[in-house]
């Protein structure tokens, strides 16, 4: 018999959401896409890394101030649908100001979009709270790890979509406005994701956390919590550095435009092939997780991410950079999956919001590495970048063997 948790209409919306959510996000992926329509407006190295970790990054103190909140919300739906619908305006909002400025005032471009981008990622910090605490209650711990999987496949397949319909419009179709198009399009694709997220059926939560009088004693109590718990600071150090990659990557495809030649159909094919290395991996990460091996998935992971910023240093044609982001592609599934799975189970139920906004906050740090990519860029080339940033990751690799094997959590 089902779990009542594991209602297979919750995990169609789920698999929808991730589906049209990645089939609109993609049009300005952060790793091709967007460094290249800043550095059409004139944007530098230094606005590259910061709007690609914008992108990514979310609000970092946003997500415990959300945590601090959610802790005693016996319901999420109601708070993530306005987070849903913020999203939606910020995103349409950037397609509009592309056209209606566009080239005319690129400076006062680039600040829109930056607005927009800021928009659109800081209510993701309440989100990511809010659809973590939903996705825990719904799913149970090994379904979990099956839904997310299935999830990001169609997500992959979304993206190969997305990139080749991105790919034809960059050629037929003249930049500005064809990027333009691409925001006000993908923005009402997202919508039917938000609607499919935003009908899932949440259970009440009945053992929740007694709100501390303020924000600021929440977060001394989630200070000692997180001084206290060591498997949590393993956690956390593990998959903050598990982001290295993000001091090279958003330049890789800047870099490729000295050694090849970069139009709509390459960059839809760089594109299609991260997306086919996520998608595929997911079959793997499903199966891996449902045996209940996410720190086996952590491993090899953080080891393709290394051997693609590795690739970089040689790179020199399409097939080689195509085969660097279908590493990555499979490398940032693996990793989400098993981080987020590691942390429902190191969790207790009535301090998941808590948990989980101080690994998120930690790690969400990691966001930012394309900022700090880009200064080391300017001051220095591409090969001290890779450098740095294998460097990093081989440390996350070792640290990644202290994290407890799934069995040895008794919480």
Known sequence: ??????????????????????????????????????????????????????????????????????????????????????????????????????????????????????????????????????????????????????????????????????????????????????????????????????????????????????????????MKLLKSDKQLQTQVTTFLLAYSYLFALPFIIIDAKTKIDIDGTTIGMIITAQMVGA?????????LSSMGNNKLIAHITIALSIVAISLAFVANNLYAYMLIFILIGASMDGNRISASNLLLILAPEDKRPIYSALQMNIVSFGMFFSIFGGLLLHWTNYNVLYSFSTLCLICSFLLSFKLLDEIDLTH
Do not use: C
């Not at 998608?279 to 199966?287: H, Q, R, T, Y």
């Open 1 to 222: 018999m089902q779990n009542i948790q594991d209602k297979k209409s919750n995990h169609i919306r789920n698999i929808l959401h991730g589906f049209f959510l990645t089939l609109g996000v993609t049009i300005a992926e952060p790793q091709t896409i967007l460094p290249l329509m800043i550095s059409h407006f004139g944007g530098g190295s230094i606005l590259i890394g910061f709007f690609s970790s914008l992108l990514r990054g979310g609000a970092i103190l946003v997500q415990l101030y959300a945590a601090f909140h959610a802790q005693s919300y016996p319901k999420m739906m109601p708070y993530f649908r306005k987070v849903l619908i913020t999203r939606f305006f910020a995103w349409f909002f950037i397609g509009v100001a592309i056209l209606t400025v566009g080239n005319n005032h690129p400076t006062l471009t680039l600040f829109l979009i930056g607005i927009g981008l800021f928009i659109f990622s800081f209510s993701a910090g309440f989100g990511a709270i809010y659809f973590k605490e939903i996705t825990a209650k719904i799913f149970s711990h090994k379904f979990r790890g099956k839904t997310m999987s299935v999830r990001q496949f169609f997500s992959g397949l979304a993206a190969i979509i997305s990139g080749s319909i991105v790919g034809y419009i960059l050629v037929h179709f003249q930049a500005p406005f064809s990027y333009g198009i691409l925001f006000i399009a993908s923005a009402f694709i997202m919508g039917l994701g938000y609607i499919s997220i935003g009908t899932i059926d949440e259970p009440i939560k009945t053992n929740v956390s007694k709100k501390e009088k303020s924000f600021k004693l929440f977060v001394k109590n989630a």
């Open 279 to 287: 998608m595929l991996s997911n079959i793997v990460w499903a199966k």
